[in-house]
Structure formats: structure tokens, C-alpha cells
């Protein structure tokens, strides 16, 4: 049974930096794209950032994380990470992992078929 877990989540001031991880503990290459999606309260779920290929060979960002945020995956330990730089107050949210198998990166979370249980990101102004 494949697992997202996601880790590194806080409580940080505005400017300051989190990384989070995600580690799949399914069979290795299982996934073809991972993402990251985030969730305020209130609202609704929505597209932070993807990967697609094994090594990473393409990523995806939503407008308002670009330049921030930075996407990664290390396919040797099966983790996908999300270096979150210049962090907002507007950036605060449970912060879910997500898995698809196919190549094309996607901002629907309905594309995605596998979705860790998420790890509380809070930006103090």
C-alpha cells in the first residue's frame, strides 16, 4: 500500500524559510508526478507546485509561490521536497502531498490519486 507522509511543517515569522519533505514508502518509480497543494481555512484546496520524471526533469508553480518556492525530488530516497523561501502570511495552510501517475504536471487536485494527511505550515505577520 503506497503512503505520502509529509514532515517539516511549523510555525515561522514572515521572511523566514521551511522545507518540507514528503516520503512515499510504496515500490520506488511509482509515481510519474508529485505535488504539493495547500489548504486554508476556509478554503479551498489549491495547487502550490509539481514534478514530473523521475529525476525531476519538469516542475510546475502556481503564480503566487514562483520564485519562492522551490520543488525537488530525490528518487533514490523516494521524497519529494518543497523549499519555501520569503514565506507570507497569506502562505499559512495545511500543506498535502500528492501523487499521479502520468507525466503531465497538474493543478486539479482531482487529477491526483494518492495524497498524504498533511502537515500544518503557520506564518506569523
Known amino acids: 500500500q503506497v503512503q505520502l507522509v509529509e514532515s517539516g511543517g511549523g510555525l515561522v515569522q514572515t521572511g523566514d524559510s521551511l522545507r518540507l519533505s514528503c516520503e512515499d514508502s510504496?515500490?520506488?518509480?511509482?509515481?510519474?508526478?508529485m505535488g504539493w497543494f495547500r489548504q486554508a481555512p476556509g478554503k479551498e484546496r489549491e495547487f502550490v507546485a509539481a514534478i514530473s520524471g523521475w529525476a525531476g526533469e519538469s516542475t510546475y508553480y502556481a503564480d503566487s509561490v514562483k520564485g519562492r518556492f522551490t520543488i525537488s525530488r530525490d528518487s533514490a530516497k523516494n521524497t519529494v521536497n518543497l523549499q519555501m523561501n520569503g514565506l507570507k502570511p497569506e502562505d499559512t495552510a495545511v500543506y498535502y502531498c500528492?501523487?499521479?501517475?502520468?507525466?503531465?504536471?497538474?493543478?486539479?487536485?482531482?487529477?491526483?490519486?494518492?495524497w498524504g494527511q498533511g502537515t500544518q505550515v503557520t506564518v506569523s505577520s
Open positions: 500528492a501523487a499521479k501517475k502520468s507525466w503531465t504536471g497538474s493543478p486539479t487536485p482531482e487529477d491526483y490519486s494518492s
Open positions: 510504496g515500490p520506488p518509480f511509482s509515481w510519474l508526478t
